[in-house]
């Protein structure tokens, strides 16, 4: 008794798990002041079947999440912080990501197939090729048709998988992306789980009309990453250069739905992992900054990370990456610089076709996520965009968001939405720190990355052209 009269009262706490690509996360907000009280990460294993396949064990992933959970919980009562206050929990996710289990047993039919994953490039070509004029854009969805998105996973599966295939037979399979299956395993799985999800995620399956806000029987019989999203409103925008129209949010059964365009970049943040895992020239994300600043330049030398094709603006899944412009001084620090160069070049090219596409030039960008510690990459992206950076000082702001969206649900609400009762958010505003002259110098920079962008396309053309094997060097140069 006397513990429990020691627990701290904050008023309603709201939760949220944000079930990421490399790690899951548990993060407990006060939902009167949008503090972030405690949290737990814990990092999620990928495999590599075969080159181009990615894939995830989605028991491990159900497991993250409830480790996360447990130890969040853990902190909270070590900071006499009531949790039976938590009144609610949302959830952000990785979103393409596809799952397929047996609705009786609970247990996963297949590993989940990441949203990287390019095992599915004949299924896309062919359903391109059946299209009129081959246009790989489809108005219902506002998406490319393209390897990243859940349908032609989905597809693979029914064709490869002979569990899935009796499963979907005998009606016992269930289909969703990470969102459907931790809910469904978190409200009772076998025993009258609920199989769910929202427009956000639906509008990313190629199986949803945006338009109708439904499933679209039509569709349905088809059988870390960098994510740039600018609010459209309450109607659809179609891209005409190279973007996704998605659904932002709808916050109520009987609210509108906001649409939003979107640029997605298959490699940021997994490029840090990549010069550190795989080539072994950086220990962490922290070395990465201080190599880059040692240097302050790439020297010449431009990277291309498309290790899972390129996505905005250019949906070419058979592109591979480069590294190019090397010379004899060229060392490990320039090419760390050229890693974060990178990032922000692709920023680049999606910020100008989602301007190209509203007609409204964008005055300021604003960034959340692990990559925006990195003060040099933030810097580098504020001068290369030539419009300010603006972070906020507490990252977390994808998880706060379903937090808040969860505590503002009807039959919680926990939480106001409205604009009088928000807190206003610190931020550190990186301002770009270039004369005329400079900016010059920066789009002049963006060129040749533009030029080494073309020849990883050229380079796939040629390969698909001549059967030529990747990683041997074509005949011709472009």
Request: proline share 5%; charged share 20%; aromatic share 8%.
């Amino acid at each position: 008794m006397a513990a429990s009269s020691n627990r701290i009262t904050l008023g309603p706490l709201v939760a949220a798990i944000d079930q990421g690509t490399s790690s899951t996360r548990f993060l407990v907000f006060n939902s009167k002041t949008a503090e972030l009280l405690s949290h737990h990460q814990v990092e999620i294993r990928q495999s590599f079947p075969k080159e181009g396949w990615v894939e995830e064990d989605p028991r491990e992933i159900l497991q993250s999440v409830y480790e996360c959970m447990e130890r969040t919980c853990e902190k909270l009562t070590q900071l006499n912080i009531d949790i039976s206050n938590i009144k609610a929990i949302g959830v952000t996710n990785q979103r393409e990501t596809t799952l397929v289990w047996d609705r009786r047993t609970g247990e996963p039919l297949y590993n989940a197939i990441v949203w990287l994953d390019l095992r599915t490039q004949s299924t896309v070509e062919r359903l391109i090729s059946k299209t009129p004029g081959r246009n790989k854009n489809h108005l219902k969805t506002g998406l490319p048709i393209s390897t990243y998105f859940s349908a032609v996973k989905l597809r693979w599966l029914l064709d490869n998988v002979p569990e899935v295939r009796e499963a979907v037979e005998s009606n016992r399979a269930l289909f969703g992306t990470v969102d459907s299956w931790l809910i469904w395993c978190l409200t009772g799985g076998a025993c009258g789980g609920v199989h769910c999800t929202d427009v956000t995620n639906a509008s990313r399956t190629m199986l949803f009309n945006i338009h109708t806000l439904n499933w679209d029987p039509e569709l349905c019989r088809y059988g870390t990453g960098c994510f740039l999203l600018r609010n459209t409103g309450s109607k659809p925008v179609m891209s005409d250069h190279g973007l996704l129209t998605t659904v932002a949010y709808k916050l109520g059964r009987d609210k509108p739905a906001c649409y939003a365009l979107e640029g997605s970049v298959a490699i940021a943040g997994a490029v840090v992992r990549w010069l550190q895992d795989n080539l072994g020239i950086i220990g962490s994300s922290e070395e990465l900054e201080q190599c880059a600043a040692s240097v302050g330049t790439s020297y010449g030398c431009y990277f291309v990370p498309a290790f899972s094709g390129l996505y905005a603006p250019y949906w070419e899944p058979s592109a591979r990456g480069i590294i190019c412009g090397l010379t004899q001084f060229t060392n490990k620090n320039h090419v760390a610089f050229a890693a974060l160069e990178a990032v922000c070049f692709q920023t680049r090219e999606i910020l100008d076709a989602m301007n190209q596409d509203s007609g409204i030039p964008l005055s300021q960008l604003q960034v959340d996520g692990g990559m925006t510690s990195n003060r040099l990459l933030m810097q580098l992206q504020a001068d290369i965009l030539c419009i300010p950076v603006v972070k906020p000082s507490m990252p977390e702001t994808t998880a706060l968001g379903a937090a808040m969206a969860a505590g503002a649900a009807e039959g919680v609400s926990v939480w106001s939405l409205r604009s009088e009762d928000l807190n206003e958010a610190t931020c550190d505003k990186f301002e770009p720190q270039i004369n005329p002259e400079g900016e010059q110098t920066h789009r002049t920079l963006h060129t040749p990355y533009t030029h080494c962008v073309k020849v990883c396309v050229w380079m796939c053309v040629q390969r698909a052209s001549s059967g030529t094997p990747a990683g041997r060097k074509p005949s011709r140069s472009p």
